[in-house]
């Protein structure tokens, strides 16, 4: 009798000890997890308020990056965030020539009611997303229901038209809103423009900041340079399968004969010396 007390002791010690290391297992990790990076900003302190502004101090307005993780899930899944509107913001002329690569941000703001379509001043920022147009001058972001507005930083050697605060408001879950930003007619086409040649190039910080000028563009072959010191002038070349990629840059020691082997046509057969 007592021995079979020892065992079921034993026993019962043993399933105690079973459930104890399943309850600590931990669930295998999720995949399909993004993170999509916005600027949040905290309210300011009311008018009138005697919050201290040094920045880091007690009730002083700050702003952090914020990191907000989307979950997809296994392939095939639906998103588990909850449905937001979307915003496409097109950079083009007022005759609609698509201008590309224009950096643009959108600010959400809060409080607000969207189904005003009144954005009163002195509502403070919440959120901010910055993006660049693509080559069809174009950039749509996911967002939530709310009052915005909308700009733009006109790249260097564009004529943006002069014109005042741009607002915009999703009024409902899935609503898609259409934004504009105008350029002055004449443009280049998007393969000639200046932006389109130095974003293929991926070019030194220097000429970023430059303003450029592009000439003899036949959308192919053409000549691009930078107002900095010294010679920046150079010649590219764009293909059916790659981007803009540089031919020469001056002073160079290609041939005559060689730049029409390659294909560069008469108008820039100027740049070069017979050999």
Not at 13 to 24: D, I
Not at 127 to 143: E, H, L, P, Y
Request: net charge negative; proline share 12%.
């Amino acid at each position: 009798m007592y021995v079979s007390r020892v065992v079921l002791t034993v026993l019962a010690l043993g399933v105690v000890v079973a459930a104890t290391a399943c309850g600590t297992t931990d669930p295998p990790s999720s995949d399909g997890t993004t993170s999509v990076t916005v600027t949040e900003t905290a309210p300011s302190s009311p008018p009138g308020s005697d919050a201290p502004t040094t920045p880091g101090a007690p009730g002083a307005p700050a702003t952090s990056s914020l990191t907000v993780s989307k979950t997809t899930g296994p392939p095939g899944g639906q998103p588990t965030t909850p449905a937001n509107g979307a915003v496409a913001i097109r950079t083009a002329t007022l005759t609609d020539v698509a201008i590309p690569y224009v950096p643009v941000h959108l600010r959400l703001y809060r409080p607000c009611d969207p189904a005003t379509h009144d954005l009163p001043e002195g509502t403070p920022e919440s959120q901010r997303w910055d993006a660049v147009t693509d080559i069809n001058g174009q950039a749509v972001f996911s967002v939530p229901v709310g009052c915005y507005r909308f700009g733009m930083d006109a790249p260097a050697g564009t004529n943006p038209v002069p014109e005042g605060l741009h607002t915009l408001f999703v009024e409902t879950a899935g609503q898609v809103v259409n934004g504009r930003l105008r350029f002055q007619d004449p443009a280049p086409q998007p393969l000639c423009a200046s932006q389109t040649i130095v974003h293929d190039l991926a070019v030194e910080d220097a000429l970023k900041k430059a303003t450029p000028t592009v000439t003899d563009c036949d959308g192919f072959w053409a000549v691009i340079s930078w107002n900095v010191p010294g010679d920046s002038q150079r010649i590219v070349h764009r293909g059916a399968d790659f981007g803009w990629k540089n031919y020469v840059t001056f002073p160079h020691k290609v041939c005559l004969d060689k730049a029409k082997t390659d294909g560069v046509p008469a108008p820039l057969h100027k740049y070069f010396q017979p050999c």
